[in-house]
C-alpha cells in the first residue's frame, strides 16, 4: 500500500495457507494512514467572541464557533439506520490537528449516564461548553466548538469500523497506521479482528479510536506484536472469546481520554470473557487514565457451565507503570495461568491483583511468581471476589516487594500492604484453598513491610510465618533502588538468590533468566 491518507473502512476477507500468508502491508518506507474521520472545512461563524474581550490570537483560542455538519459526517454504510433520523444524530469525537481530542460535552446516547456511569456526563449544552470541547445540536446539525478554529484542522470520527478483518485465514496485516472513528450502536471499535484463525498483526498503530482501539475477537492461534494501541477513548486493546492468542512487544498507554467508568470497562489491556490460553507478554502498559494496566475479567465457572471464564491466562515479562487504579487485574478467572517476570511500579492502588481463582477441572495453579512489584499503593492481592467466588490454589513465590505503602497513612486502613494472601481462620480450610507463598522479598529499608490474611489485618513476616506457616524461605532486607520520573531502576545483588524452585507445570510456560534470583529478570525501565 502506498504513502497516503485513506478516509475509509479496510474490509479484509480472505485465506491464505498455512506457510503461505496473504499481507496487506505498508509499502517499503510508505506512511499508511487510515482514517475514521472526515475534515471539518466550514464555514466556521463565531458565536461568542472572547469572553475576555480580546482581539488577538489569545483571544480566538478562547471563542465559540459554530458550523453545520452536512451527511457526509452522517453516512456510515455499514450501519445505515444508525443516522436515518436527524434528531437523533450525534457526534462523539472531534479532534484537533490529528492528535488531540476534544471533550464531549452533554449526554452521549450511546453510553448514557445511569446507575453505574458508564460515561460520566460532562456539562449539559451550548452554556457549557469550555476550551478544547465540543457540542453537537442535532436540531441544526450544528458543531460547536472552542478553540483556535483559524488556525487548527477540525476532524470529525465517521465510521465504526476503519479495519475490519472477518473470517480469514493465514493472513499479516503489517505498518498500518490507524485512526479516529465513531461509535454506533452496534460498534466502538476502531479495528477489529473477528472468526478469525492465524492472523498476524503487527507493527501497526491503532490511536484515538472512540472506545476500542483493537479488538480480538471469536479467533484462533492469532499474535499482535509491535503494536501501538495508545489514546484511545475507553481501551486499547480488547480480546473477546479468543483461543490461544498472543499478544506480544507492544505498548498501551494513555488509553480511557473519554473517561469511562475504569471498574466497568476501562483498561490499557481489557480480556472479556471467555479467553483460553491467552498470552500477553513484553509490554508497555502505562499511564491509563482511572483505570487498570492489563486486566482479564470473566464469570465463574458454575455460571453457564464456565462459557464466559477467562482459562489458563499468561501474563509475562511486561511492565506495567503509572496506571490510575492498577498494574495487573486477574479477575474470577480459572483453570490455573501463570503471572510471572513482570515489572510493576508506581501504580495508583495495587501492583498485582487476583480476585477470585478456580483450579477448574484439571485441577491447574495460578502462579504468581518472580514479579518485581513496588512503590504501589498496595503491592500482591489474592483475595476472593464475592462470597462464593474464592481465591483457591494460587502460589506467590519468589516475588520482589519494594515499598508498597502510602505515607501519611498509618493511623488508617488505607496504609497499605506489600502481600496478602487470603487466609481463612479454619486450618482445615485453609488447607482446602491450597493457597501457598515462598520465597519472596520484602525491602525493610523504608518501612516496615506488612502482610495480611484479610482486608485490614497487618501481620510482621516473623509472625505471619509463625500463625499461618506460610513464607517459609522469605526474607527482609535492605534493597538498592528508585523510580525518578516515569522510570524504574535497581542494584540487583546476591542477597536476592533465594529463589525456591518452580514446579515443572509453571516454568514449561515459563522460565526466569535467573531462577535463583527473587524478582523480575527486568531491573531497569526504559
Known amino acids: 500500500i502506498r504513502s497516503g491518507v485513506y478516509r475509509e473502512t479496510a474490509f479484509i476477507s480472505v485465506t491464505g495457507a498455512p506457510g503461505r500468508a496473504i499481507t496487506f502491508a505498508a509499502a517499503p518506507g510508505a506512511h499508511v494512514v487510515l482514517k475514521g474521520s472526515e475534515i471539518v472545512t466550514g464555514p466556521w461563524t463565531q458565536v461568542r467572541p472572547d469572553p475576555l474581550g480580546e482581539v488577538s490570537t489569545a483571544g480566538v483560542f478562547r471563542a465559540l464557533w459554530k458550523t453545520t455538519l ?7 454504510p455499514w450501519f445505515p439506520d444508525s443516522y436515518k433520523d436527524p434528531a437523533k444524530r450525534w457526534v462523539s469525537e472531534v479532534i484537533m490537528n490529528d492528535k488531540h481530542p476534544f471533550q464531549q460535552i ?16 460532562v456539562g449539559r449544552g451550548l452554556n457549557d461548553v469550555f476550551a478544547e ?10 458543531l460547536y466548538v472552542r478553540g483556535p478554529l483559524p488556525y487548527c484542522l477540525i476532524e470529525v470520527g465517521v465510521r465504526a469500523y476503519v479495519l475490519y478483518v472477518k473470517n480469514s485465514r493465514d493472513l499479516v496485516v503489517r505498518g498500518l497506521d490507524i485512526r479516529h472513528n465513531r461509535t454506533t450502536y452496534v460498534s466502538g471499535r476502531l479495528s477489529e479482528v473477528f ?10 498503530r491503532f490511536q484515538l479510536g472512540d472506545h476500542i482501539g483493537l479488538c480480538l475477537k471469536s479467533s484462533t492461534n492469532c499474535v499482535v506484536r509491535r503494536c501501538d494501541a495508545s489514546w484511545n477513548g475507553c481501551v486499547g486493546m480488547n480480546l473477546h472469546e479468543t483461543v490461544d492468542c498472543t499478544v506480544e512487544d507492544c505498548t498501551m498507554k ?12 476501562a483498561a490499557g ?35 453457564e457451565n464456565g462459557r464466559y471464564c477467562n482459562r489458563d491466562i499468561r501474563i509475562l515479562d511486561n511492565v506495567c507503570h503509572h496506571n490510575n487504579m492498577g498494574g495487573i487485574f486477574h479477575e474470577v478467572n480459572a483453570g490455573g495461568g501463570v503471572i510471572a517476570g513482570n515489572l510493576c511500579y508506581a501504580n495508583d492502588g495495587r501492583g498485582i ?40 490454589n494460587v502460589k506467590v513465590f519468589n516475588n520482589l516487594l519494594l515499598n508498597n505503602y502510602m505515607p501519611g497513612a498509618e493511623l488508617t486502613s488505607a496504609r497499605g500492604v506489600d502481600l496478602q494472601l487470603e487466609q481463612p481462620a479454619d486450618p482445615k480450610e485453609r488447607s482446602a484453598w491450597s493457597n501457598e507463598e515462598n520465597g519472596n522479598a520484602f525491602a525493610d529499608n523504608v518501612h516496615a513491610p506488612s502482610l495480611r490474611p484479610q482486608w485490614d489485618d497487618d501481620r510482621t513476616l516473623a509472625q505471619w510465618q509463625e500463625q499461618y506457616g506460610q513464607d517459609k524461605h522469605s526474607r527482609l532486607l535492605a534493597a538498592d533502588w528508585s523510580s525518578p520520573g516515569q522510570g524504574f531502576q535497581m542494584t540487583p545483588t546476591h542477597d536476592l538468590d533465594f529463589a525456591v524452585p518452580l514446579p515443572e507445570d509453571a516454568l514449561k510456560i515459563w522460565s526466569p533468566a535467573n531462577p535463583a534470583r527473587v524478582g523480575a529478570d527486568r531491573t531497569k525501565w526504559p
Open 106 to 121: 452533554g449526554p452521549d446516547p450511546i453510553h448514557p449516564t445511569g446507575e453505574n456511569e458508564i460515561l460520566t456526563q
Open 353 to 392: 491483583t487476583v480476585s477470585g481463582h478456580e483450579p477448574g477441572p484439571e485441577g491447574g495453579a495460578l502462579w504468581v511468581a518472580h514479579n518485581t512489584v513496588a512503590d504501589n499503593n498496595e503491592g500482591v492481592v489474592v483475595m476472593r471476589r464475592a462470597a462464593d467466588e474464592l481465591a483457591r
Open 254 to 265: 494513555f488509553n480511557n481520554f473519554r473517561r469511562f467508568n475504569g471498574f466497568w470497562g
Open 269 to 303: 489491556i481489557k480480556c472479556i470473557p471467555a479467553n483460553i490460553r491467552t498470552t500477553i507478554q513484553r509490554c508497555e502498559v502505562a499511564h491509563n487514565f482511572g483505570t487498570f494496566g492489563i486486566w482479564f475479567d470473566g464469570a465463574w465457572l458454575h455460571q
Open 195 to 204: 472468526g478469525s484463525e492465524r492472523v498476524v498483526v503487527e507493527d501497526c
Open 133 to 142: 470541547s465540543f457540542w453537537f445540536d442535532p436540531a441544526e446539525q450544528a
Open 70 to 76: 452536512d451527511e457526509r459526517f452522517f453516512n456510515e
